[in-house]
C-alpha cells in the first residue's frame, strides 16, 4: 500500500504539542491565546465521548491551543447538517450518515473514528425462546425508525432465511429497552451492545446481543468525526491538534477508568452513577481504535472497509452512486507521522 508522509509543518505542529504534553502544561505568557473550535456530539454526552470529556478535564484541549466547546444537539440527525451550514466546527455522526451526506451533495468528510466497529445490535431476552434469526419468524421486532438501519434488518432477517414480510417491524424511538422489557416487541435493533447491552445486564437480564457486522452487515466505523473539506483547507492545523489531543483523553481514560467515569457524569448529571461507571468500563476497550485495525493510528478508516460498506448501500438502494473513499474519509489528520493514501 502506498504511504504518504504528514506535511513537514504539520509534524512541526505535533511535535511542538507533544513537547507540550510532556511538561504538562502550556504556557500563557506573552498573552497567548486559544484558538476557538467548537464540537457537535452525536448525542447527549454519555460513555462513547469518555475520551473527549476526559481531554477537557485534564486540559489536554487547552494545551494544545483550542478552546473547545462542546455542543449537545436537540436532534440526533442534525449534527451533519449544522456542520455542511458552518455552524460547528466537527461534528460526530455514524458511517453511513456521511455517505448519506456525500450522496445529498453536502462537503463533508470523516477524519477519524471514534468507535472504529459497529456497536448497533440485534437483541432479545434469554427467555424469550429464541435462539437464533430464524426464530424471529411471526416475532415483534422493535426499531429505533433509523432508515438505513431497515436495511440492516433485512441483510439479518436474511441470514435466517426470513424477509421483513415474516416478523413484525414496530418503530419504537428511543424506547428499544422499554419495548423489549415490557414484552411489547420480542427483540430490538438499534441498541448498542455498551450501551443497552450493559443496561440489561445491570437490571440481571440476561440477553443476546450480536453486532450486526457478525450476522449480515458489513464492518462500519459506527462513530466518526467529520469535517467540512473547506474548513480542513483552511485550517488544518487545528483538527490535527484537536485529534491529538482527543488521543492524549482517551489514553487517560483507558488508564484511569475511574477519571473517565467522573468525566461522563460530571458532563451530564442525568446519568444514573453506577450504570454510567459499568457502561464507560464496558466502552474504554474500544474508543479510538481499540480492538480495531491492529497497528494502525489512533482514530484510523480502514479505506478497504470503507469502501465495501459503501458498495453494500449501494447495492441495498441507500445511495445511487458509489463514491470514492477519499470523498468520505481523510486519515491525513490523525496523530501519526505515517499516514496511509
Sequence with gaps: ????????????????????????EKSEEGGSERESFSL????????????????????????????????????????????????????????????????????????????SRALTSIAWLNGSG?????????????????????????AILARGGLTPNDVKIVNVGFGLLPALLGGSAQAVLGGFFNIEGVDLVERGKAARFIPVDEI??????ELVLVARRQSLEEDP??????????????????????????????????????????????????????????????????????ATFAGWMRDNGLIDSLPQTSELLDNGYLPSGEIPE
Design 216 to 221: 449480515g452487515v458489513p464492518g462500519y466505523d
Design 237 to 306: 492545523e487545528k483538527f490535527r491538534l484537536f485529534l491529538a489531543a482527543l488521543k492524549r483523553g482517551t489514553e487517560a481514560a483507558i488508564k484511569q477508568p475511574g477519571a473517565a467515569i467522573k468525566a461522563v457524569t460530571e458532563a451530564n448529571p442525568d446519568l444514573e452513577p453506577k450504570l454510567a461507571a459499568a457502561e464507560v468500563r464496558a466502552t474504554l476497550p474500544i474508543l479510538g481504535g481499540q480492538g480495531g485495525t491492529e497497528g494502525q493510528p489512533y482514530g484510523y478508516m480502514d479505506p478497504k472497509e470503507w
Design 130 to 154: 429464541i435462539k437464533g434469526i430464524k426464530d424471529l419468524k411471526g416475532k415483534t421486532i422493535a426499531t429505533a425508525g433509523i432508515p438505513y438501519q431497515d436495511k440492516f434488518l433485512e
Design 40 to 115: 457537535t456530539l452525536d448525542f447527549y454526552p454519555n460513555p462513547d465521548h469518555a475520551g473527549i470529556y476526559m481531554a477537557q478535564k485534564l486540559g489536554y484541549f487547552e494545551e494544545a491551543g483550542l478552546d473547545v466547546s462542546i455542543d449537545t444537539p436537540s436532534d440526533p440527525a442534525a449534527p451533519l447538517k449544522l456542520l455542511a451550514a458552518g455552524r460547528t466546527d466537527l461534528a460526530i455522526s455514524y458511517e453511513p450518515e456521511v455517505a448519506l451526506a456525500r450522496e445529498q451533495g453536502l462537503d463533508v468528510v470523516a477524519i477519524g473514528a471514534i468507535v
Design 1 to 24: 500500500m502506498t504511504r504518504l508522509r504528514i506535511p513537514a509543518l504539520a509534524l512541526a505542529v505535533l511535535a511542538i504539542a507533544l513537547l507540550l504534553a510532556a511538561c504538562g
